[in-house]
Nanobody, 124 residues
C-alpha cells in the first residue's frame, strides 16, 4: 500500500497562492490515480481535484475550477495542487488520497490510502 505525506499548507491572504505537495512511498506510484480533498471546520470532507495515473486527465470541483491546478510527477512520486486566487472559504485541512481507480478517487469513498492532511488558512 502507498503511504502519503502532504506539505505546503500555511496562512495566506485572500487572493494569494499556495502550492501543496503530496509525496508517496511504497508501491508503484504511477499505478495510482490521485485526489485532493478538503475538510473545513464543522463541515464534511469534500472532493477538490483528481488526476489520472498518467497525469493527462484532471477533474475539479466547480468551486475551485479555474483557480486550482493539480499535477503529478511520477519520477518524483509526487502530486501537487497549485492554488491561486485563494478565498477565505478555501480554508480547510487538505488531504491527498490514492486509489488505482480514478472513479473511486472522484467518489471519495473507500480509497486505498490517505495522507494526514495539511492546514490551509486564508485570511480576509
Amino acid at each position: 500500500q502507498v503511504q502519503l505525506v502532504e506539505s505546503g499548507g500555511g496562512l495566506v491572504q485572500a487572493g494569494g497562492s499556495l502550492r501543496l505537495s503530496c509525496a508517496a512511498s511504497g508501491r508503484t506510484f504511477s499505478s495510482y490515480a490521485m485526489g485532493w480533498f478538503r475538510q473545513a471546520p464543522g463541515k464534511e470532507r469534500e472532493f477538490v481535484a483528481a488526476i489520472g495515473r498518467s497525469g493527462v486527465n484532471t477533474y475539479y470541483a466547480d468551486s475551485v475550477k479555474g483557480r486550482f491546478t493539480m499535477s503529478r510527477d511520477n519520477a518524483k512520486n509526487t502530486v501537487y495542487l497549485q492554488m491561486n486566487s485563494l478565498k477565505p472559504e478555501d480554508t480547510a485541512v487538505y488531504y491527498c488520497a490514492a486509489d488505482p481507480n480514478i472513479v473511486v478517487v472522484r467518489r471519495g469513498n473507500a480509497l486505498d490510502a490517505w495522507g494526514q492532511g495539511t492546514l490551509v488558512t486564508v485570511s480576509s
